[in-house]
């Protein structure tokens, strides 16, 4: 793979709550992890990224009585999809896979940590207002393109490429390094809303 000085890699919540046996399981999540692996040392600048609730949080379904997981609620920022409980801040769903390579990392961004709103995507939370601060590491140090891996293509990792498009960057997306929770279809919409938006998705 050849890769510009310029470019970055972003490897979204690749962590035990999303990979098999965790609390948010997707279907072969675990399997993302020797494909990204094998090619986060061929980029310049690696962000990771790991999803980080507080106990109690907004986008769980346990935080609202009388609902239940994968249920749509109105928020004050919009509509929100109901989670089981994951990612709780320290604990063992929270942590990368344990054969993730989390050594290369120049960063790890940790996002969904205020109770009151979610954050899907690196830029910003769902509120799609509120940055997370990535925008400016990744200027700072130069990057131009963005490649995504990791999970979930059609949420966490959806939301992260039309945020760097939005903002101005290339952006590859390696299908073989993402898996999809695919609810209701989401990843079929979300591919086809990311290659509307002129994100690469590449094998
Ligand atoms: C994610 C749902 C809730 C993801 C995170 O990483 O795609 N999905 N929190
Ligand atoms: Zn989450």
């Known amino acids: 793979m050849s890769v510009a000085s310029t470019e970055a890699i972003l490897v979204i919540d690749v962590q035990n709550d999303f990979c098999p046996g965790g609390a948010l399981a997707v279907a072969g999540g675990d399997e993302v992890v ?119 293509t059609d949420f966490c990792v959806a939301w992260s490429a039309l945020d760097a498009a939005r903002l101005g960057f290339e952006v590859n997306l390696k299908l073989e390094a993402c898996r999809a929770i695919d609810l209701d279809g989401s990843l079929d919409a979300a591919l086809a809303e990311m290659e509307a938006a002129g994100v690469m998705l590449i094998a």
């Open 34 to 152: 020797p494909e990204i692996n094998r090619i986060l040392r061929d980029f310049p600048v690696r962000v990771f990224t790991q999803d980080w609730h507080p106990l109690g949080h907004s986008s769980f379904a346990s935080s609202h009585p009388g609902r239940v997981p994968f249920e749509l609620v109105d928020m004050a920022y919009g509509p929100q999809v109901l989670w089981p409980d994951h990612c709780v801040q320290g604990s063992d769903g929270a942590d990368f896979h344990e054969d993730l390579h989390v050594e290369p990392a120049d960063v790890i961004l940790r996002k969904g940590f205020r109770p009151e709103i979610d954050s899907y995507s690196a830029f910003y939370e769902n509120d799609q207002i509120t940055p997370t601060g990535l925008e400016g590491y990744l200027r700072s140090r130069g990057v131009r393109r963005v490649t995504l891996t990791g999970l979930a």
